[in-house]
């Protein structure tokens, strides 16, 4: 009989259990980042609010540099099922609209998970540094989703000519060739240049509202603020 394949096995009773136990805990951890921050977590007291000994609770995360990876791929997974799901509702050929669509999904879900969104791009946990084997994947979904819809919109012709912008820097040209190569783009310098503005101006733009940084009473129409930011970023490449 052939070998199978451990990829079609279902869990058995020990693993589901073990798995249920894991997403206990992070559920536990993202309420505990919510109520004391990334550099209070605690996994003593995360057992005491599952009714265990802190020594259960190290069998399955062995520290709390684990649970905060455990966090930020969760966290990093969330954001970008939430982009993809909603950017795969528009039509393929709507580049203007899947981008505004995903930047909409990122601020809809850091609004929604502020401590979480803070986790992801806030200030760095004192003494943690994020392992990339395991994070630069979860991490990079976005960003690899907005690369995507512009290369998409450029393979089609559907970027219009804009004017007026800033020569590329020769050594900055020779950072953008290996970014093309790496990605397999067909951006030229001009419009890779002005993606990486875009997706610093999403993140940024987000960053302001969830950190309160326009102050409390400046903006209250955040949300119609926010579409007419996208909106100008949109016209940056002729979207």
């Given at each position: ?20 136990t894991v ?11 919510a ?5 209070a ?46 950017v ?7 580049f ?23 986790l ?5 946990v004192?003494g943690?540094?994020?392992p ?14 907005l690369?995507?819809i ?11 000519a ?5 020569v ?11 970014v ?14 002005r993606?990486?503005?875009i997706?610093?101006?999403?993140f ?8 309160g ?16 930011q996208m ?9």
């Amino acid at each position: 009989m052939p070998a199978e394949d451990p990829a079609l096995r279902k869990p058995g009773p020990r693993e589901r259990a073990r798995a249920q136990t894991v997403a206990d805990i992070i559920g536990l951890g993202r309420r505990h980042l919510a109520e004391h921050g990334a550099a209070a977590l605690s996994l003593r007291a995360i057992a005491r609010d599952l009714g265990v000994v802190s020594s259960a609770v190290y069998r399955y995360v062995e520290s709390r540099d684990e649970l905060l990876t455990l966090l930020l791929i969760d966290a990093y997974s969330e954001l970008g099922d939430a982009v993809d799901r909603d950017v795969d509702a528009v039509a393929e050929g709507d580049f203007r609209e899947r981008f505004l669509t995903l930047a909409r999904a990122v601020r809809r879900w850091a609004v929604r998970e502020p401590a979480s969104y803070a986790l992801l791009f806030g200030s760095p946990v004192p003494g943690y540094r994020a392992p990339g084997d395991r994070t630069t994947e979860p991490g990079t979904r976005v960003i690899m989703r907005l690369v995507g819809i512009l290369d998409a919109a450029q393979r089609a012709g559907a970027l219009t000519a804009v004017e007026g912008g800033a020569v590329v820097p020769q050594a900055l040209a020779g950072n953008l060739a290996a970014v093309r190569e790496e990605l397999g783009l067909t951006l030229p310098d001009e419009l890779l240049a002005r993606g990486v503005l875009i997706w610093t101006s999403v993140f940024g733009a987000v960053s302001f509202e969830v950190f309160g940084q326009y102050g409390r009473d400046t903006f209250p129409a955040q949300e119609e603020l926010f579409q007419h930011q996208m909106e100008t970023l949109a016209g940056l490449v002729g979207l």
